[in-house]
């Protein structure tokens, strides 16, 4: 397996911004693997942190299904909007770079995201064929396009009665009455946002379901295939929702929210299969 902890640079980062790669080794006698698609993980922590939670143990079971991945630890505060965003546009361009050495399917990278970490792959998904994004990664807009989006109650909107504020502040800082319009991804929803996959919980008491649940809306608005779950019961940040991922109190495992991850499974070999 190849993994390395690249540096990831652009104006504003912070000095430890990395990407973290988990890149199988080749299985076949004599043969490279067959090129595989690769999820590129963008943990949650509001903005503040990036949570080990929702990074290596996602990246792994990813791994275990035969595809390629990779976590990308972004800039959080103080850096600001967009400094996060270039950071995912510069790890596509990296993943794409090293396509023949990881044996990655360039058209199948699904940006994935947790909490905030899903406010920035959904992000991602709305603003990468942006004119200044591609300016700023000085290539074609075409070599940014992701293929898929994997969402876990994610933050979403910045809209009063449903925003995480804290996340949105955290990315803004001093910008925030400035930019937190644009920062509801629900209203620049359109065609251009690739397939998605999303999952929540009714009872999340920390970013409420509606963030996702908009955001559905409007991706069946502009015809976006999707599919979205929520579940009635479960807390916020629960990752696998199992002991594994618990947290240091023990919490997050909810044993009704445990079946997420086999929906994508299914979601993800009839969308992008598993070899090409």
Not at 139 to 168: M, Q
Not at 170 to 176: E, I, K, P, R, S
Request: with cysteine; net charge negative.
């Amino acid at each position: 397996m190849i993994c390395k902890n690249i540096k990831i640079q652009v104006a504003g980062s912070a000095k430890d911004t990395h990407l973290e790669t988990y890149i199988l080794g080749d299985v076949m006698d004599g043969a490279r693997n067959r090129k595989s698609p690769l999820v590129l993980i963008c943990p949650g922590g509001g903005y503040a942190m990036t949570s080990n939670r929702e990074a290596e143990p996602i990246a792994l079971q990813f791994n275990s299904m035969g595809y390629q991945a990779a976590v990308l630890r972004y800039s959080c505060a103080p850096a600001i909007y967009p400094t996060a965003l270039w950071e995912v546009a510069e790890s596509v361009k990296l993943i794409k770079e090293n396509a023949e050495e990881w044996n990655v399917d360039t058209d199948r990278i699904i940006i994935m995201g947790f909490s905030a970490g899903g406010h920035l792959a959904a992000s991602y998904g709305v603003f990468w064929n942006e004119p200044w994004l591609a300016e700023k990664m000085h290539c074609d807009k075409e070599l940014l396009r992701p293929n898929g989006l994997i969402l876990c109650y994610p933050v979403i909107s910045s809209k009063e009665e449903i925003a995480h504020k804290d996340s949105i502040k955290n990315l803004l800082g001093d910008f925030y009455e400035e930019l937190k319009e644009k920062m509801s991804l629900e209203d620049w929803a359109g065609n251009q946002v690739p397939k998605t996959f999303l999952w929540h919980t009714f009872t999340d008491n920390v970013v409420p379901f509606w963030n996702s649940f908009r955001f559905a809306e409007a991706l069946g608005r502009a015809g976006v295939p999707m599919e979205y779950h929520l579940y009635p019961e479960g807390g916020h940040g629960l990752s696998l929702a199992k002991e594994q991922t618990a947290n240091i109190e023990g919490k997050g495992v909810e044993e009704g929210c445990q079946s997420w991850f086999s929906l994508l499974q299914s979601w993800l070999l009839r969308n992008f299969g598993l070899y090409s």
